[in-house]
Structure formats: C-alpha cells, structure tokens
C-alpha cells in the first residue's frame, strides 16, 4: 500500500495564479482530510471530508475550495494564490466511525507563492 | 473550542530520557495522539491512548494521561539521535462529530551527543 500520497512535492506560483493540489489514499478510508503547516502554529485543518460526497470548511478555509472527487481522491484547490498561502499542505485520511480515528498524513506539497 | 498546548523546543543528550508535555482544554476528549514529523516528512502516527487510561508503554515510548488536570505526556526511554524531530500532540474532541483532531503546536526535541 502506497497509504497517503500527494502531488505535486513542490510548486512555485506567482500572486493570482491558480493550481490544483492532488491527494489520494489507498486505505479505504472514509475522512480525508486538507491541512496547512506554518511555523509555529502546528498543523491547522484547511477542510474536510466526513465521508464520500461531504466535504465542510475546516478553522482556515478562506482563499481555498474543495472537491472529494471519491472515496479514494481528495483535491484542495487555490483560485488565486496569495503569499500568505505560502505554506507546507499536508492532506490525511482517516478510518472514520467506529475505530480508533487516528489520521494517516501523505508527505506533504511545499507551496510558495511570491 | 478546543486548545492544545506544547512547548516549543527540548534539547537532551544522548541515553537520557525526555519528556514532552501536552496540555489540553477540552476534559470530554475521547483519544489522545502523538505524532512524530521528522525533516522534511509528513507526520507520522507514534501511539494513541484513550481517555479512560492512566498510561500506556510501547516499547521506549510511555505515554501518561492525567485526566484531572488535562495533562499528556510523551517519555522516549534511551532517546537516540533518530529520535530528534518534531512531536506533535493531538486530541479528538466530540464536538465536530469526531471527525476532527485538535493539533498543539509541535515540540521540537533535539537530541546531543
């Protein structure tokens, strides 16, 4: 199992650009999840999943729409970068009801935007 | 809602044990994390322990859980270079339906020889 995988690693955008972040996972999770990580502030939830066909806003969703494209794909999508979006996305799923709700992160996009 | 707090930096030397602290707001919180990031990774899951717990031993790793003073703490026994990383602590609160973990801030160990 690949688990949480992300693409792109790395992307450089300039202000007003747009750009999809993609992220699947092979664990047959029903909550996926979209983070970013500044320094200093730990980990602060974008959006999330619940389930295949729900997705709800997370404490920082301005600037940032969501699409969970299936049970295994969950995209986070940027309309028109800001620096203040600079920052490191994880996305991470989740087994959901009924188990131990731990989250498994993919390895995370490095995004900066000048 | 929900606050986590850790603090921000341990430095220890080579063979000792560390410590890293949590304190947490929310007393109804139903499982408790502890995540590990190491440079340039994504996090990585270390061991969880639920809230009718006291503690919690996995191999180097003990986790104590004080429910009265909402207080968890993370020992890594014989901690070794490879244990130098960010750890993250976690809670999941029942408010948002379960679906959310609550993250402190990370607590950056360094380890010296």
């Known amino acids: 199992n690949a688990g949480v995988t992300q693409t792109p690693k790395f992307q450089v955008l300039k202000t007003g650009q747009s750009m999809t972040l993609q992220c699947a996972q092979d664990?047959?999770?029903?909550?996926m999840y979209w983070y970013r990580q500044d320094p200093g502030m730990g980990l602060r939830l974008i959006y999330y999943?619940?389930?295949?066909?729900?997705?709800d806003k997370g404490e920082v969703p301005n600037g940032y729409n969501v699409s969970r494209l299936n049970k295994r794909e969950f995209s986070l999508r940027l309309e028109s970068a800001a620096p203040s979006q600079t920052s490191v996305y994880f996305c991470a799923s989740s087994p959901g009801t009924g188990g131990t709700y731990e989250q498994y992160f993919g390895p995370g996009t490095r995004l900066t935007v000048t | 809602g929900e606050d986590v707090e850790q603090s921000l930096f341990l430095s220890v030397r080579e063979g000792d044990s560390s410590v890293i602290n949590c304190t947490y707001t929310d007393s109804s919180s139903t499982y408790l994390y502890w995540y590990k990031q190491e440079p340039g990774a994504g996090l990585q899951l270390l061991t969880y322990i639920f809230s009718n717990m006291d503690m919690k031993q996995d191999q180097r790793l003990t986790v104590l859980l004080n429910k009265k003073d909402k207080h968890l703490s993370l020992r890594i026994a014989d901690t070794q270079t490879g244990d130098s990383a960010i750890y993250f602590c976690?809670?999941?609160?029942?408010?948002?339906?379960?679906?959310?973990?609550?993250f402190g801030a990370g607590t950056r160990l360094a380890v010296h020889p």
């Open positions: 664990m047959n999770h029903n909550s």
């Open positions: 976690a809670v999941l609160p029942p408010s948002g339906g379960y679906n959310k973990l609550i």
């Open positions: 999943s619940a389930s295949e066909g729900t997705t």
